[in-house]
Nanobody, 116 residues
Framework: QVQLVESGGGLVQTGGSLRLSCVAS????????MRWYRQASGQERELVAT????????NYADSVKGRFTISRDNAKNTVALQMNSLKPEDTAVYYC?????????WGQGTQVTVSS
C-alpha cells in the first residue's frame, strides 16, 4: 500500500532554515508528481510546492517563492522541501502528497513552528 513518511520538522527562529523529507513506498515513485502541502491551525490545507516525476518541473505558492525549494531523489524514493528565511506565518503541519490511481495519499505530517 502507498505510504508517505515525513520528517525534519521542528522549532526554528524567524530567518532560520529547515529541510523536510518524505520517504515514499508502495508505488512507482519515479512515475509520479509529488507535492508538499501545509495546514496551519484553523485554516485549510494549502499547496506549497510541486515537482514533476523527473524533477524537471517545479512550481511554488507565491508565499514561498524564492525561499523554499522542492527536490527529489528517485533512486531513494524521497522528496524534500528546503525551507529558508522562515517566517512565523510558515508555521503549520507540512504534508507530503501523491495522487495515485486517482486517490490522494498523505503522510502523517510534520510540525514546523517558526518563532518570532
Amino acid at each position: 500500500q502507498v505510504q508517505l513518511v515525513e520528517s525534519g520538522g521542528g522549532l526554528v527562529q524567524t530567518g532560520g532554515s529547515l529541510r523536510l523529507s518524505c520517504v515514499a513506498s508502495g508505488f512507482t515513485f519515479s512515475s509520479y508528481t509529488m507535492r508538499w502541502y501545509r495546514q496551519a491551525s484553523g485554516q485549510e490545507r494549502e499547496l506549497v510546492a510541486t515537482i514533476t516525476s523527473t524533477g524537471g518541473g517545479t512550481n511554488y505558492a507565491d508565499s514561498v517563492k524564492g525561499r523554499f525549494t522542492i527536490s527529489r531523489d528517485n533512486a531513494k524514493n524521497t522528496v524534500a522541501l528546503q525551507m529558508n528565511s522562515l517566517k512565523p506565518e510558515d508555521t503549520a503541519v507540512y504534508y507530503c502528497n501523491v495522487i495515485w490511481r486517482v486517490k490522494n495519499y498523505w503522510g502523517q505530517g510534520t510540525q514546523v513552528t517558526v518563532s518570532s
